[in-house]
Structures are given as C-alpha cells and as structure tokens.
Nanobody
C-alpha cells in the first residue's frame, strides 16, 4: 500500500529552525518529483518546494533562501530544512510524491497526512 509519512513538525519561535522528513513506501513506479506543500488556516494549499529524481530543486518565492529541500533516492525520503522561520510559515505541511507528467499534470501522485508547523512571534 502506498504511503507517505511526514514527521518533524512542531512549535518553534520566530527565527528558529525545523526539519521535516517524508518517507515514501509501497509506491510502484518511478517517482519523478517529491514535493512539499502547505496549507494555513483559511487559505488554499500552496506549493513550497520540489526536488526531482535528478536532484533539481525549486522553491516558492516566499521560502527561497530560508528553506532547503533534499532527498535520498535510495530511501525514498525527502527532507525540508526550514531556517529563519516566520509566523507566516505556520501551516500544515504536506508531502507529495508525483510520477511522470503529461501536459504538466502528473499521471499519479500520493499525499501524506500532513504535519503541523507552528511559529510563534
């Protein structure tokens, strides 16, 4: 059974750091990208960061320079190092694993259950 399990969320003061981990298991097929999204209360889910199987990364402008995504292909695990956290970073963070894309849309993807990150001012 396909499963993504996130961990590492918590409460931190502004300026602090957290590292999120997402471990994928049971996924048959090549994972093209592993991604982090987040959803703050009352807001839509938004893209945070992505890493391809080849190691190429991309970030939302709001986190660029503060967050770092990395991955271990052998373990099907992706990490999100979050430094310089701000209260606006408070959200539930979701891991996503996506397969090959056709016309920009992944043929399949899976989501984790989410992990809460709360940044106090």
């Amino acid at each position: 059974q396909e499963q993504l399990v996130e961990s590492g969320g918590g409460l931190v003061q502004a300026g602090g750091s957290l590292t999120l981990t997402c471990a994928a298991s049971g996924i048959i097929g090549n994972i093209n990208t592993m991604n982090w999204y987040r959803q703050a209360p009352g807001k839509q889910r938004e893209f945070v960061a992505t890493i391809t199987s080849g190691g190429t990364t991309n970030y939302a402008d709001s986190v660029k320079g503060r967050f770092t995504i990395s991955g271990d292909n052998a373990k099907n695990t992706v990490y999100l190092q979050m430094d310089g956290l701000k209260p606006d970073d408070t959200a539930v963070y979701y891991c996503n694993a996506a397969g090959p894309r056709v016309l920009g849309t992944p043929l399949w993807d899976y989501w984790g259950q989410g992990t809460q990150v709360t940044v106090s001012s």
